[in-house]
């Protein structure tokens, strides 16, 4: 048995040797995935890391004092499988009840269990072409239908489209990559007429800028509003997502969270996360900063003749009408600056960058003025 081990792994650079034939004990599920590739998050110190849409600021003073208080003796216990503190703070925020908040390990692990739970029929899913791309990811793993509505050839989500057959709509507002936002009122529409299917809106970047769809919660039961901490909170690192909506849509959500892992959230993710929704202000000057940095950042690279998607994300998603994207995006780096390329069709000309500090992105633009000069 040692000696077979010793064959599998290398300890000394603690890699597994492949050994052909090892994925006939693989499923037939992950044999067939294609796993969603999470932006890079280099070890490196001293880079300008603008590639996977943090925020720049660091969380509340009291959620770190919140996370802290946590370090105790009470860590032998379980946490609190249903995260009440964290539902009972999204509710307040939001003037909902708690019963209507659904609470997650980020909004990924959140939106797992809507695909699986809510999304999953016969008929497909519909999303837009260019979108988050872990969407179609969760559709092969859980073996679904989908189908891919293609955006306007100036990147726009048109909801119109969406007027067809299917077993549920999701898409991002804003999207990602591209930053740009459907209105409420498209949003109002599109419920209107489609009332056989869940209607799921992915709000990740809604704080900076989009409308949010939550005030319709109460009048539209099939609409389910998913949001994080990840980004406008500047609590990445913490892993808490939430989804609101009609309290038999959180029932689905709780009856496949408790099928698979009782306690998605940990104690300090409980506390910091209220700490976090409890701390308005903050939020909104750290919220309103960005707004501002962003629009500086988008005035200044179209002056440098890059075309700037309008953007109510904490990201901007660009392009050069004469410049290589995978060139600048190598360029870039070579200067310790990292931003995001898709390699996908319609957008591989395009970067996205995530907007950092003002500081951060004088660098930024200085550095591509210096590449486009070269
Ligand atoms: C559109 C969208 N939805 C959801 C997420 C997941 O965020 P998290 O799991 O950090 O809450 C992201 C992350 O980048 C995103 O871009």
């Not at 509340?60 to 004092?65: A, F, M, N, R, T």
């Not at 925020?93 to 980020?106: I, M």
């Not at 409308?211 to 990445?236: F, G, H, I």
């Amino acid at each position: 048995m040692s000696g077979m081990r010793k064959a599998v792994i290398d300890h000394e650079t603690i890699k597994y040797k492949r050994i052909p034939g090892m994925s006939r004990y693989w499923s037939s599920v992950v044999q067939n995935i294609i796993p969603y590739t999470p932006g890079e998050q280099p070890k490196l110190s001293n880079l300008i890391k603008l590639n996977t849409n943090e925020n720049p600021y660091g969380p509340s003073p009291k959620v770190l004092e919140a996370v802290k208080a946590e370090a105790a003796d009470t860590l032998r216990l379980y946490p609190d499988p249903n995260s009440d503190r964290v539902k009972a703070a999204v509710a307040a925020y939001y003037g909902l009840t708690p019963s209507q908040v659904f609470v997650g390990n980020g909004s990924d692990e959140v939106l797992a269990f809507v695909f699986q739970a809510l999304l999953k029929h016969e008929k497909p899913l519909l999303f837009p072409d260019i979108t988050y791309s872990f969407y179609p990811v969760y559709c092969r793993v859980y073996e679904m239908n989908y189908e891919t509505v293609p955006v306007t050839g100036d990147l726009a989500i048109k909801l119109d489209d969406y007027l067809r057959p299917n077993g549920g709509i999701i898409f991002p507002n804003p999207n990602a990559p591209t930053g740009r936002s459907v209105t409420l009122s498209a949003i109002g529409e599109l419920l209107e007429k489609n009332t056989e299917s869940v209607v799921v809106i992915d709000e990740a970047y809604v704080d900076f800028g989009a409308e949010s769809a939550v005030p319709l919660v109460d009048r539209y039961p099939n609409l389910l509003v998913v949001q994080t901490l990840s980004k406008a909170r500047s609590l990445a690192g913490l892993r808490v997502g939430f989804a609101m909506g009609h309290p038999m849509l959180i029932e689905a959500l709780d009856r496949v969270k408790n099928s698979f892992n009782s306690y998605p959230l940990d104690r300090f993710a409980i506390a910091g996360a209220a700490a976090a929704l409890e701390d308005k202000a903050y939020f909104e000057k750290t919220r309103d900063r960005i707004i501002r940095t962003r629009e500086s950042l988008v005035r200044k690279l179209r002056e440098l003749g890059f075309e700037v998607l309008p953007s109510v994300a904490n990201f901007i998603f660009v392009r050069h009408p004469e410049r290589d994207a995978v060139d600048l995006a190598r360029r870039l780096r070579e200067r310790s600056i990292i931003v995001r390329h898709f390699p996908l069709p319609r957008i591989e000309q395009y970067l996205r960058i995530t907007v950092g500090t003002d500081e951060q992105c004088e660098v930024l633009v200085s550095s591509l003025a210096e590449i486009l000069g070269s």
